[in-house]
Each structure stands twice: as C-alpha cells, then as structure tokens.
C-alpha cells in the first residue's frame, strides 16, 4: 500500500482546490435548507365548509385536519365508529377497498397500522386517495366489509413510530446523493485524469496500481460520504426548524430520536456503502476517456440503486432473510431496522459481509483491469 | 543498457499490428534518436518501453532486468515525456513537485534541492506558485519537464520533446540533454527533426512499418546506405522497407 496516502491527499485537495465542485457538493445543499424549509411549511387546502377534524397515525405519519368532503349517508359508519372513535387498528388482510368508514362526524381518529400489514403500498403513502376513495365507495353504496373494529394497542406506541419517517426516508435520502456524488467524482477521478492527461503521469510513477486505485477509491468515498451526509443534514435540520417553530409539515413529521449507537451503526454501514460505490464508480471511470463518456456510463448504476432504496419506502414489516442479500436495497432494509430498532445481528452480518465481499470483487476486477489496453490507451 | 528483442504489440481492439518486429540496443551515456514516419511504431515503442503498454510478444531488459518482471523499479528510474501528458492544473509548480517527489520515495530535502535547481535552470522558479493551469505552452512543457526530471532518473524517454516550443525553449532543452548526456544518463528521443539527430544524437535507430531497418550510429547511417546525409539515409530505407500492400490495403484495393 506503498504510496496511497499521497494519492488520497493529493485527490482530496484537487477536490478541496475545486470550487465549482465544492459550491455543487457541500454549499448547494446548505441552501436548500430554505427549500426543506418551505416545502416543509405546505399544507393542503382545507374548504372551510364540511371539514371535520381528525387525525391520522398512518404508519407513523399523522394527517390532521384534512378536508375529507361531505357525506350524506353516514348512519352505519357512525354506529361502527361508536363503538371506540378514538383507537382502531387494521388488520392484517386489510385492504383499502374493505374500510369503509366516514370520519366526518367525528373530531378525532385515530388509525394505527400493524407492521405486519401487507396492505398496498399505493395505500400507505396516498392518504388522501385513501380517504377519498373509502368515502366515495362508501357513499355509493359499493361493499362495505367494514371489518373496522376497535382493538388494543400493541406494539405501536409514542417511541415506536418517532424514527418510522426518517427509516422510511433515510434509504432514498441517502443513496440518491450519494450514487449522484460518486458518479461525479469517480468520473472526474481516473477519466477525467485521462481526459486531461495527468493519469499517465501518475501510472509512470513507481507506485503499485493498488495504492493508486485505494487512493482514489478512498478520496471519492470520503468526500461523497460528507457531501451525502450534509444533503441529510439539512434535511433533519428543516424539519427541526419547522418543529421548532411549531410548524408540522405534511407529513406531520414524526421526529428523529437516535442513540449513539444507532449513529455509528448507521455510519458504518454508509462507509461500507460508500466503500463499495466508489469501487464501482472507479472501476467505469477506469474504462472511460473523459468525464461525460464515465458519467453516462454511471447512470444504470445510479438508476438501479435509487430504485432500489425507492422499494425499500415501500417495505412494510419485517422482510425474509433472503432480502438481506440483495445488494443496495439490503443496505436500505439494515437502514431501516437500525432506525426502528428492530435490526437483528445475523441480518447485519450478512449485510455487512456481502458488502465487503462485493467490493473487494470490484476492487480486485479493477486491478485486472488495470493493465488492460483499454485502460492504458 | 537498455536491449530489445524481436517487440511485437498488436492491439487486440482493432487487430493493428502497430510494432511487428522491433530490436534496439540503447547504451548509457548516449542520446539514441528513434526515426521513422508517422505510423511507423515510435511511440507504441516508446510507450512499452516506459510500462504504459504491454508487449503482445519480445523482451525488454534494463541493466539486464526483464521489464515484465521488474517494472516498478524500472519505473523509479525513468522519466518519460510526450505531449499528451499534463500535470494537474490546479496545482502550483511547487505542489506538483511536492506531489510526484513523494510518489517517488524522495525525501523532502531531496525534493528540495532537485526542485531548486531544476526550476532555476528552465525559469520556472518565480513561478512556482502559480497555478499550472494559468501558464503559456512553453512553461507548462518546462514544467513537466522539471517535474518528470525531479527523481533524477537514469533513462529519460521523450517523445518529441521540443514540439510546438519556441527556439529558446528548444535550446534550452537541448542544452539540457547534453548536460544529462553528460552525467552519463540514457536518453532516447523520438523525432522527426533530422537536423536534431544529427546536431545531438549519437546513435539512430529507425523503425519502418513497425519493424527495425537500422540500430547504429549517426556516422554509419549514410554510409551503410551509400549517401551523403542522413535525410537521403532515412529515404533510402524507408523506400527500401516500406510495405506497399499496407496503404492499398487501406484505400480497399487488392
């Protein structure tokens, strides 16, 4: 590992020594706080008239007073609702079609999911089709299933459904960036040297290719991580904003409480997430002559990782063993178990090792490549 | 002492045969000048020579040393120097010499005085705190040059050193050579100014349609081909070699 300390202080400072990089990568998130902020801030439109307020625990998220329309014929769903308007739970075969409830008449319900419930994702993350949908099915008359029943509250309480948004998030908000900050840097890192013709300067000096490549692999994870972990930042740091403020957003967003523990878990899983990006992200540079061919070459990659940690929003309850060892989308589910606090040690072995076999993988088809004419001219 | 035998590099992309059968044997303490027209190998030699390339077949041996197997040392003792290598832009003279003196193992004193007394000789001195980037055609060159010379290396490699230079700047160079000639330094340059050769190489070797057609010195040159320069020398021998087929092959005639 002759030499790779000077190549991983040389590539940080050429990044340190690039504004427009920096601007793109560290600053720019800074200023979408404001954004966070604002967006944080949007409420929907209420009518004014027919409006009842109630809320909504919806997988952690609470929805109140929200404009649910009018409805004429509320009769039987005021006599289920009777029964205990304040708690109801669905349950497990629960499907949006099923629940047929007017909550108009009522101040306040509340709906708590299991997290067993396999109930459509469409249904979790569109409240307000949901409610529309139950009413407007309801008020013609349509099935009413209407297994809605009061039940105990189990293991859904105050501390349980804190993290629920920020672990649903966490995955997206994460890997989005950070595909998006490694793409770049890795392509301006080996391509972009051959474009400008300072790789071969470097490839002439005595140092073995595989502190070269470390150097590079550990400059573009390092920098990629803090830029990632600044764009998450700002983001917590809006909603505290609006918390402290008094303002719920949206989402009514449920709040972030973390032990030390979970940070550094967290933050060891995104250093081997970044580990084995960067790989990937060096290994396409390595093939490509200049910035533009390496970064195109880079969107599959970022593509398949974002919808990967896009499913993972719509994951509910616990996933099989086998999940856990689907590349990405593994680390978005650790994520997400780390934050609920439901991570279980074999799965975050299996995590954590397929990760490190994967990119030691790359890193060893990298070196192989190394010597390859089409790397070389 | 540098010896090739029978290098050979066939490009697997495209199947282009561009060294077929190259021999040389380049001595310490001489500046070897390597001719032949455009297309005829010089610089995929040259780039096997300095370890970018591997060869498809033959040998190269340093000191006796086959290049394959030892090609890190064999690295820490060259300098190799083209037109299509840059340094950083981003970085000042003195960063850069900071940067590729550390790469090579030197001590900071090392660095030190090499950089001093390199960056004096090329005028780059009372620059060497600006960016690369912001500087004209014929400092970068001098730079790289200083830059590429800073670990005193035992070979120097340059392929068509002097460019797009102006004539200071290619004496200057020049001079400089023969100061490294000197020391007892291997040079080989790859050139096409025959005026060069004859005014600073001591040897030549010329490859023609990848392959060797003569290894000697500038003195036998004319006179193994019985003519008065080395132009008509260079002539002579690419008529002699050339491979006709190859060129109508190219336009797709038989």
Same mark, same amino acid.
């Given at each position: 590992m002759r030499g790779v300390g000077k190549i991983f202080h040389h590539e940080m400072q050429k990044i340190l020594k690039e504004k427009s990089l920096l601007f793109g990568f560290i600053l720019l998130p800074v200023l979408t706080l404001f954004v966070t902020v604002g967006i944080s801030m949007l409420r929907p439109k209420t009518s004014g008239e027919n409006v009842?307020?109630?809320?909504m625990f919806f997988y952690g998220l609470e929805i109140d007073s929200y404009n649910i329309g009018a409805l004429d014929d509320k009769q039987i769903w005021i006599k289920k609702v009777d029964e205990n308007p304040a708690d109801f739970v669905l349950s497990d075969d629960f499907h949006h079609?099923? @629940?047929? @409830?007017?909550?108009?008449? @009522?101040?306040? @319900?509340?709906?708590?999911?299991?997290?067993s419930n396999s109930v459509s994702s469409y249904l979790k993350m569109s409240a307000e089709a949901f409610v529309r949908e139950s009413f407007d099915t309801a008020y013609k008359g349509q099935?009413?299933?209407?297994?809605?029943?009061?039940?105990?509250?189990?293991?859904?309480?105050?501390?349980?459904?804190?993290?629920r948004m920020i672990a649903?998030?966490? !995955?997206?908000?994460?890997?989005? !960036?950070?595909?998006?900050?490694i793409a770049n840097f890795a392509s301006d890192t080996i391509a972009g040297d051959k474009a400008r013709g300072t790789f071969y300067q470097v490839m002439l000096s005595p140092v073995p290719p595989l502190s070269l490549i470390m150097g590079k692999i550990f400059s573009v994870s390092l920098i990629s991580l803090v830029s990632s972990a600044v764009y998450i930042g700002i983001d917590i740091l809006g909603s505290r904003i609006c918390e402290a403020a008094g303002v719920k957003d949206v989402f009514g967003f449920a709040g972030v409480s973390v032990s030390m523990s979970q940070i550094l878990l967290i933050l060891l899983y995104a250093v081997l997430l970044c580990y084995l990006f960067s790989n990937l992200g060096v290994l396409i540079s390595l093939f490509c002559k200049d910035q533009n061919q390496a970064q195109t070459a880079q969107i599959p990659v970022t593509l398949v990782c974002t919808l990967a940690s896009m499913m993972s929003m719509f994951r509910f309850g616990t996933s099989p063993s086998s999940h856990y060892l689907i590349p990405v989308y593994n680390i978005c589910l650790i994520f997400q178990d780390l934050l609920n606090a439901r991570a279980k040690m074999d799965n975050m072995l299996m995590v954590a090792i397929s990760l490190l076999v994967l990119a030691v993988g790359v890193l060893i088809l990298t070196l192989a490549s190394y010597k390859s004419e089409k790397v070389r001219t | 002492m540098i010896t090739i035998e029978h290098l050979k590099k066939t490009f697997k992309k495209n199947k282009v045969e561009a060294v077929k059968d190259v021999s040389l044997e380049i001595r310490d303490g001489e500046i070897f000048a390597l001719l032949g027209p455009n297309g005829a190998g010089k610089t995929t030699t040259m780039r096997m020579l300095s370890t970018l390339l591997l060869p498809t077949s033959g040998?190269?041996?340093?000191?006796g040393k086959d290049l394959l197997k030892n090609d890190e040392e064999v690295r820490s003792r060259i300098a190799f120097l083209t037109n299509e290598i840059r340094l950083d832009g981003q970085f000042t003279p003195d960063e850069l010499a900071d940067y590729y003196g550390g790469l090579y193992e030197m001590t900071q004193e090392q660095?030190?005085?090499?950089?001093?007394?390199?960056?004096?000789y090329f005028g780059i001195s009372e620059f060497r705190n600006r960016r690369y980037d912001t500087f004209s055609t014929g400092m970068k060159q001098k730079t790289s040059l200083a830059i590429c010379l800073l670990h005193d290396p035992d070979t120097i490699i340059f392929d068509e050193p002097t460019n797009g230079l102006d004539i200071l700047t290619q004496q200057l160079i020049e001079e400089y050579l023969l100061k490294l000639k000197e020391q007892g330094k291997c040079i080989i340059l790859s050139t096409h100014i025959l005026d060069l050769v004859g005014r600073m190489a001591d040897r030549v070797g010329i490859i023609v349609d990848g392959k060797s057609v003569f290894c000697g010195t500038v003195a036998e040159l004319p006179e193994s081909q019985g003519v008065e320069t080395i132009d008509q020398a260079f002539i002579k021998l690419y008529k002699e070699n050339h491979e006709e087929k190859a060129i109508v092959g190219r336009h797709g005639n038989n």
């Open positions: 009842d307020s109630y809320s079609s099923d @629940v047929l @409830v007017d909550f108009s008449d @009522v101040e306040h @319900v509340t709906i708590y999911y299991y997290e099935v009413t299933g209407a297994s809605f029943r009061s039940v105990e509250l189990t293991d859904i309480n105050e501390k349980d459904t804190t993290n649903m998030l966490l !995955p997206y908000m994460l890997i989005l !960036p950070l595909t998006a900050n | 040998k190269i041996f340093f000191d660095i030190n005085s090499r950089r001093d007394e390199l960056f004096d």
